[in-house]
């Protein structure tokens, strides 16, 4: 099912708030979501970070949290 413009966003955030202080990647948050794309969650983690309402807590592999304290890798 399509979802809404920033739902998908929404539905990450939502995640990583209820997950913390864990850090989660792409293809986790993906199946925790009920199996949807790792490319857009992966995009929707880097607007979260743009945003200030997340944090890459790992560059190799990719992994966020919730929070808004200095992000741990450069994923312009």
């Keep these: ?6 739902q998908l966003q929404e539905q990450v955030r ?5 997950k913390a202080p864990a850090s989660l990647g792409p293809v986790e948050l993906a199946r925790l979501l009920g199996g949807r794309s790792q ?4 995009n ?3 607007r979260l970070v743009d945003l200030g309402l997340a944090v890459c807590t790992c560059e190799a592999p990719l992994r966020y949290a919730a929070g808004s304290s200095a992000s741990a890798c ?3």
């Design 74 to 76: 450069d994923i312009a």
């Design 39 to 42: 490319g857009a969650v992966a």
């Design 44 to 46: 929707a983690c880097r």
């Design 14 to 18: 939502g995640l990583l708030e209820e």
């Design 1 to 6: 099912m399509r979802l809404a413009g920033g």
